[in-house]
């Protein structure tokens, strides 16, 4: 008997894709703010704040009194490594799947006050390595098949805590926003024997317009295609299909890409620039696929000012993505903005 | 020479899937809210509304003093008729077409204060009856091929004016949602003979969990893949393909259903409960696609109390989306609900 209180994929029939539910996670506390502004000033340790060194979390478990990063398994993880139940429920129209996974909190810095761009560069670059350290790791559990690291960046992105962190979600099956990049990877490699992300980096150093950062080993644009008015996409110039894959140098490079584009996000309005950013990567423990190219997508939600976002809602969430002000010109604004932080200069 | 001034409709070579870009669309005012509550009461007529009777609009137009429903084109539209630029933009991978449309506003009541929920159900009747003449009409210019029609209530819902009203927008190309479920239908269609959604509301009706309304005309549902976590979806129980095929007495049956709906909504928090929802139906002159199964989805953000939501951010965003409560518990939350306002009560 397939059990509904234990995390599992749901698939809706007039999409084909599938919703992952987690019941037991509806306990887990909110910290969170309740639809207003941002607040700028914070102390350097807050006493309350469950990822600030030596403080004790929810569970009970102290924090250690770290230097750089720090990674924890989430105490309310959506994703759970064991889930007492198994296999599938199969009602015709009504399909549903276990699910398992890990979830993990990796915390960018013992200092509750700041955030990525106020960080230096190579306290970034230990970010860099614990990700890739834990990408490493977790793909040595068998059962995994997609890693999903990320941050959700600011109150209006449902970060419940300022504290700064991201979070890494692993799990066993390949997640729909996955496979459909997947799938159109694998039809350009096919049909021309190279990688679809690597004809793009060539299309837009072409064009010009809508490159934000340009290095030797990453370039930032605007995507032609983007959906959020400020979003972004990083692409790493050699074709690796994952962050395991990264050198010495690319992954401090990674980290002077990472705060020169969110120097210049917080510099758009004088404010810390919510967000959610992510990897997207080759799929883990599964046959060869040569056809994915690393990338990480940002996907900001301010329109107008520090406090009016992009409403993503009855039109988009029924018919289409709907933006307001062109690629280009987003790109243009990011382009003109300073590479110092405004808090600096 | 594509105008990228024009709305036009973008490629995402990742995911295949299009983005509609309405760059003339920025200028429009904002009279929403920053991400605070929602105020609870309003003036039954506010002279700065420019939805009330007898306003004058930005564009100097003056509001009829309507008794009803009013329906106006949309001042601000993210479409357009007649866009100056035509055709095509291809240059490999990046892939643009021009789009074309009309975007509706439409009032539903000439006061300000109310809410569907709020309205009399011979007023609620009104408007869906506004809804079929709009679709009967905008269905006759022939380039038309969608029409969606929806509601965004609640400024956390990117609402920019409380006044109670909805939104139809027609375009020439059918939309990448409505392309999704098209598909969906289409496989069942040809796979069984039957309605896809005909045989759902069969098996919704068999497990009874789920169920909130059951009429003679209307079945509503929280579905078994719900993402949001009350979302609901309303089916006919006549395999209609859009609202034009609508009798007398499935109109007011509708009206009637939706009154219950909301009803139960806003007295879960005993708030105006905010969503997105809107009618998915049969794309327009076009061959015939009888798999289509007229429905209205309701999309409702809140989850723990009416002012915390749920944010579908970054792993839904990146991966998949992600719920914390079950659909059988929200259903049951729902079906628990009084089917009396609680202003009322
Ligand atoms: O895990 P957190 O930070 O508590 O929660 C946040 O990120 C999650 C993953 O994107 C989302 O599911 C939650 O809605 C959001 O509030
Ligand atoms: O048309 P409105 O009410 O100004 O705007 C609202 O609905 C539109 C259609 O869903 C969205 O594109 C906007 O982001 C939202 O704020």
């Given at each position: 008997m397939f059990d509904f209180?234990q995390p599992h994929l ?70 759970l490594p064991n889930p007492n139940a198994e296999g599938t429920f ?6 549903a799947e276990t699910e398992r ?42 059962w ?28 066993q ?173």
């Amino acid at each position: 008997m397939f059990d509904f209180d234990q995390p599992h994929l749901r698939t809706n029939i007039l999409t084909g894709e599938k919703v992952l539910v987690s019941p037991h996670r509806s306990a887990r506390p909110w910290q969170g703010q309740v639809e207003a502004g941002q607040t700028e000033t914070r102390p350097t340790y807050d006493s309350q704040c469950y990822l600030c060194p030596t403080n004790t979390r929810a569970n009970g478990t102290q924090n250690p009194d770290y230097k750089n990063g720090f990674v924890f398994t989430n105490d309310f993880s959506a994703l759970l490594p064991n889930p007492n139940a198994e296999g599938t429920f199969d009602n015709d129209l009504l399909q549903a799947e276990t699910e398992r996974g890990i979830c993990k909190v990796i915390a960018f810095s013992p200092r509750h006050d700041l955030t990525l761009p106020e960080m230096e560069e190579t306290d970034i670059a230990a970010i860099v390595d614990l990700w890739q350290e834990e990408f490493m790791m977790l793909k040595q559990t068998p059962w995994i098949h997609y890693i999903q690291i990320f941050e959700n960046k600011g109150s209006i992105m449902g970060c419940s805590n300022p504290h700064p962190h991201g979070q890494i979600w692993a799990q066993q099956s390949i997640p729909v926003e996955i496979k459909k990049e997947g799938k159109q990877q694998l039809a350009h490699y096919q049909r021309t024997g190279r990688s679809l992300l690597q004809d793009y980096i060539a299309a837009e150093e072409k064009e010009q317009s809508r490159i934000i950062i340009n290095n030797e080993h990453f370039l930032v644009v605007v995507p032609f295609w983007a959906i959020w008015p400020y979003e972004t996409l990083v692409l790493s110039k050699r074709h690796c299909q994952h962050i395991g894959q990264f050198t010495d140098i690319e992954k401090l490079s990674l980290a002077h890409t990472l705060k020169e584009l969110t120097t210049r996000y917080d510099n758009i309005f004088k404010t810390s620039f919510p967000y959610s950013a992510g990897m997207h990567q080759s799929p883990v423990n599964t046959e060869e696929m040569p056809e994915w190219h690393w990338h990480m997508h940002f996907y900001p939600p301010l329109l107008r000012s520090a406090s009016v976002k992009k409403f993503m809602v009855g039109y988009e969430m029924l018919a289409s993505p709907q933006r307001d002000i062109t690629p280009e010109y987003a790109a243009k604004i990011l382009q003109e903005q300073s590479t110092t932080h405004y808090k600096k200069s």
